[in-house]
């Protein structure tokens, strides 16, 4: 008898955890599904790149408009990708230079009039906050000056072989509009089919 019930204690505790692990599987698709609501598949191949992202629709906040614009001058290697006055995105095609991100760091650590702060630091993906450094401060008035405070991405996707950067423009953005771009970013798919 004492040995029925423990197998049935195994049995009913197997089904719970069985039941647990498949529940919080459910839980984890159901979040992306949510957060890939907000979203719509653009193709960028009409403008050279073979590649679909994710980009956010109306009920996202981003702006006014929520037409996609893609500014590029064919056989040019830049791309500016824009929906309304909020976000844009900048895509620049470097070939195979995967070194481009570390110059990126460099570059950033030697800026004189800006102090950077990282986010994120990936060998793919740089998310930082970009502070205007204000000289004379302390003696100015409470009324005057604002401080300057952006957020910029600058991230690495290997397409076909070829490698493309995508960043926020130079002024930047809001953090709330770095984090979604960076979303958007991440959902990249290359839309040739490897053999």
């Known amino acids: 008898m004492k040995c029925k019930f423990i197998l049935y204690c195994l049995f009913i505790n197997c089904l719970v955890l069985t039941s647990c692990t498949h529940s919080d599987e459910l839980n984890d698709e159901q979040a992306n599904d949510e957060i890939l609501l907000d979203f719509n598949k653009f193709s960028l191949e009409k403008f050279d790149i073979p590649a679909t992202i994710l980009l956010p629709d109306e009920t996202s906040n981003i702006g006014a ?5 893609v500014q590029h001058t064919e056989g040019d290697f830049i791309w500016n ?3 309304g006055p909020n976000f844009e995105l900048i895509i620049n095609d470097w070939g195979n ?3 481009i991100l570390n110059a990126e760091i460099k570059k950033l650590k030697d800026l004189e009039f800006y102090k950077v702060k990282f986010i994120k630091k990936t060998p793919n993906t740089l998310m930082y906050e970009r502070t205007l450094n204000v000289k004379g401060k302390k003696n100015a008035s409470k009324k005057v000056g604002v401080e300057h405070k952006s ?3 600058f991230i690495m996707k290997e397409i ?3 490698i493309y950067v995508l960043e926020t423009r130079e002024t930047g953005t809001t953090k709330e509009i770095a984090e979604l771009q960076e979303k958007c970013i991440n959902s990249i798919k290359s839309t040739i089919i490897s053999k």
């Open 160 to 162: 076909n072989r070829i």
């Open 97 to 99: 230079d995967k070194e």
């Open 65 to 69: 408009s929520t037409k996609v614009e």
């Open 81 to 83: 990708l824009k929906i």
């Open 151 to 153: 957020y910029h991405l």
